[in-house]
Nanobody, 125 residues
Framework: DVQLQASGGGLVQAGGSLRLSCAAS????????VGWFRQAPGKAREGVSC????????SYSFPVKGRFTISSDNAKRTVYLQMNSLKPEDTAVYYC??????????????????WGRGTLVTVSS
């Protein structure tokens, strides 16, 4: 199994950027999909993006497409989420998780995996 820990959140103004990191421990890091997810207060969990660590292919949910970029450094066992053109509606606790597949329905990534401690992103207007 692989365990993941998200970090890098903070307070940023609308239009600004942040980069989140997801550090992995455990075995066989390269065999998984890693996804980023978020949950805003009072709202349901939402998939943001995922990456196939074996071939680097990526997927994005439609609210962040064109603004967020997911990437991985397998040697460092870390997955990143570069968030640009941030909007107040991006405010949420962000989590990362791993699983054997990443599924999309209606242009939204379905939540997967076991979520550990997240990192708070606050976008001010």
């Amino acid at each position: 199994d692989v365990q993941l820990q998200a970090s890098g959140g903070g307070l940023v103004q609308a239009g600004g950027s942040l980069r989140l990191s997801c550090a992995a421990s455990g075995s066989t890091f390269g065999d998984y999909f890693v996804g980023w997810f978020r949950q805003a207060p009072g709202k349901a969990r939402e998939g943001v993006s995922c990456i196939n660590l074996s071939d680097g292919s990526t997927s994005y949910s439609f609210p962040v497409k064109g603004r967020f970029t997911i990437s991985s450094d397998n040697a460092k066992r870390t997955v990143y989420l570069q968030m640009n053109s941030l909007k107040p509606e991006d405010t949420a606790v962000y989590y990362c998780a791993a699983d054997r597949r990443c599924r999309m329905v209606a242009d939204m990534i379905l939540p997967f995996g076991s979520w550990g401690r997240g990192t708070l992103v606050t976008v001010s207007s």
